[in-house]
Every structure is written in C-alpha cells, then in structure tokens.
C-alpha cells in the first residue's frame, strides 16, 4: 500500500507550489499533494487547533482515503514517544510511504526520520519520498520549491550499515547499498550502453566488501589479508564517484578504511612475509576479541600457538594435516610430561625437542595450548557438554589466556 503522512499547520495560506515542472496550488500543502500524488491512504496528522482550523479543507474533499489522526501540542520526552508510536503503527510492512514535513512542529522532523529509520530497517517499508513543500522561499510571482529530503533518510541506513560493519565485520547492509547505488545508475542510463565507470566502481566494490567480510565472519586470517589490499583500492576508486547518492558513503569511507585496509598482506605465506603475518595474525585475534567475536578469537588464537611453534622449529609456515597434528600431539604431550602422565621417553619428536627449551618458555606453551584448547572446545560444543562454562566465565579464562599469549609473543619477536 501506499501511504502518504501529512502533518497540518494551523493557518490556511494560498499558495502555489512547484513539483516535476508543474504548479499546483493548495492553503495547505496536502491539498496540492492530492493533485499531484496518487496514493491509497493519507494520513493527515493535526493538531486540536489545525482540527479547527484546517482539516475542514481536507474534510471537504470527500475523499474517503483522506484520513485524520489527532495528535497533542505537547513536545515533551511522553508526547514525543506517543507520536513516534502513531508513526510506526499505522504503517504495515512492506508499505511505500512518503511524509510531507512542511506544516509539522519543529520537533516533528526529528520524529519522522526517526520513524523513517525505524520502519526500513525494522519493518521493510520503503521510504519513497519527503517532501518539504518551502513555501517561505517562493519569490513573488512565482511558486514555491517542493524539496525531497529523503536522501538524508538514507544517510540512516548507511550509518547503520557502517556501524554493523565496522562493529562486527558483517559488510552484508552496506554492501547491498553499494549495490543498490549501482543500480540506480544502471537504471538512469537505461539498459543500453556500457556501464558507467561510477557504476563498476561502486559494483567492484560491494563485492570486495562481501569477499572481505565472509573471510571475516569464518576466521580465514590469509584470505582476509589477500582481500584487504585489493578492498582498500576499490575503496580508493569508490570515492571517486560523483554526485549525490554517492555523498553518504564518501562520509564514513575514512572510518572503514582506517578500520580494515590495514590488515593487508599481499602474499602472507611467503617466506619474507611470515613475521608480518604472525603478527596481523594476532592483530585479528585483538580486533575479534574487541568486537566480542569469542568463538573466532580463540579459534585463531589457539590455531597461531600451532603454526608460530611450526615456524620457530623451522617446520614452515603453512603445515599440512600430518604436520600440524605431529606439532599439537607434541604439546598435548609437553602438557601431560609436565602433570608426570608421561615419560620422556613417551613423547613424540616435538615434545623431546621442547623438552631442551628454557623452561619459563615451554611452561607458558604448555599452559596456552591447554587454556586455548579447552575454551575453543567449550565454545565449540555450543555448552552442550558437562560442566560447561557461563559465557562470561569462558571470557574471563580467554582473556587470561590473551595476556600470556601477548607475552609469548614478544618473546619470539612477533608483537
């Protein structure tokens, strides 16, 4: 349905109002609105003195789809919620709606886009239009300019989107947004012709953001420093695109690209790049941590413990399956000579290796890799195993499991 929200002043003023090339005249802007909008239902929000005053020249019309809703003067924190209520329950999900903001009380703006705000993101109503009927700026002999306000709704969704990005890593609204402008300009050129270089531009873009936020959500660490370079060029490239659609994006590119583009690392498995890899290894497991993403950060956590030890015992940097399990079953084993469960003799390779380490050394990696291990496998059983952990007691025991891996990472040079 399309619904139209019309707020009523209380002095009828003939005026004439200029929309899409055409005038239209009303002595208030809902009745020029009638003339030149089709719509299923009005909404006619006013006020005890606009009821008296002004609803009769709506009233008269006759039109059943013209509908009143009495609000109060009062703009009080109790009023305004009551208003905010009115303007989120008489519109259905999935509805089309436009507001008309030129007779409303000053506080009435901040309401809507609110409301606005509230109803896109919480409900799937599309925002089709905000109209501002500026009857003060018309110039004597002509009429008065009808303003759309509706891309600062937008700019809403676009900090929502930004928020969840910048706050999670999930990149799925803001994305779809970035499609969504591409799109736009897609169906202003028509579907002849090539794409505009704005167009791929804000296209390549929306795919570097999903491809660099999935590797995010499933804690692939290389992948996420192979997708940061080429996120931050297309970033780069973005905010090259003119006009004003573009405007909202370019306002929080600064606080993205501070956030993510940093994490780059072109080929993060090379022999030359195994330091820096490490250590934005641990870079992630700090901003994951950060964002309360615990499950991801004691995943990364306890998988760096394994692959830094393959590293400082020369047994490379990306180990295969049998590699990896030769290097855990070496510190399950360390752990247990350390409880006297094993002999010397009963350890593998690794462990005996471990076993001429200093001892201040192997204590901490013994200690990690039985913390770490035992808070990713809580995490990973979802509490669905005896003794399970609260989720703020398995945050205490990671966080003290952090604090020791920060050192032992600066004891091998990695920090």
């Known amino acids: 349905m399309r619904r139209v929200i019309t707020f009523l002043g209380t002095r009828p003023i003939q005026t004439s109002y200029l929309f899409a090339g055409q005038e239209y005249r009303g002595r208030q802007f809902a009745e020029a609105l009638c003339q030149f909008l089709s719509f299923d239902e009005m909404l006619v929000f006013a006020t005890p003195q606009a009821q008296e005053t002004t609803w009769p020249l709506l009233a008269d019309l006759g039109d ?23 303007l989120t329950e008489c519109v259905a999900p999935g509805d089309r709606v436009i507001f008309d903001l ?22 799937g109503v599309e925002i089709e239009a905000v109209y501002y009927g500026a009857y003060e700026l018309a110039q004597v002999g002509k009429a008065a300019p009808v303003v759309d306000l509706s891309p600062l709704v937008s700019l809403l969704s676009w900090l929502t989107a930004a928020g969840q990005f910048v706050h999670t890593g999930d990149a799925r609204l803001l994305a779809g947004l970035l499609l969504e402008e591409a799109e736009a300009l897609r169906q202003q050129r028509g579907e002849e012709g090539l794409p505009s270089e704005q167009e791929r531009r804000l296209r390549r873009l929306g795919r570097r953001l999903e491809e660099l936020s999935l590797a995010l959500m499933l804690c692939r660490p290389l992948e996420v420093m192979r997708q940061a370079g080429p996120f931050a060029e297309a970033l780069r490239d973005a905010l ?10 370019q306002l929080l590119a600064q606080r993205i690209q501070k956030e993510y583009a940093n994490q780059s690392l072109p080929n993060p498995t090379a022999p030359e790049s195994v330091e820096a890899s490490l250590c ?22 306890r998988e760096w ?11 490379g940097f990306v180990l295969g399956p049998r590699a990896r399990e030769e290097l855990e079953r070496g510190l399950s084993g360390l752990t247990k000579w350390q409880r006297g469960e094993l002999a010397p003799n009963e350890l593998n390779p690794v462990a005996r290796e471990l ?27 979802a509490g669905m195993r005896e003794n ?28």
């Open 64 to 86: 059943p789809r013209i509908k009143l809703v009495p609000i109060s003067l009062d703009p009080r924190g109790e009023h305004l919620w009551g208003l905010f209520q009115r």
């Open 102 to 123: 030129t007779h409303g009380l000053r506080h009435v703006p901040f309401v809507v886009f609110l409301a606005a705000a509230y109803l896109t993101q919480a409900q």
């Open 240 to 249: 090259a695109v003119k006009g004003e659609r573009a405007r909202p994006f």
């Open 280 to 301: 934005k290894q641990l870079e992630l497991v700090a901003w994951y941590r950060e964002k309360n993403q615990l499950l991801q950060a004691a995943t990364l956590a």
């Open 305 to 315: 413990l394994v692959t830094a030890l393959g590293w400082r015992l020369g047994k």
């Open 355 to 381: 076993l001429t380490w200093p001892a201040e050394e192997r204590e901490m990696l013994s200690w990690l890799f039985d913390k770490l291990g035992d808070v990713r496998n809580d995490l990973n059983h």
């Open 388 to 415: 399970a952990r609260s989720p703020q007691r398995l945050r205490q025991h990671f966080d003290e499991a952090w604090e020791k891996l920060q050192e032992l990472a600066r004891c091998w040079g990695v920090w």
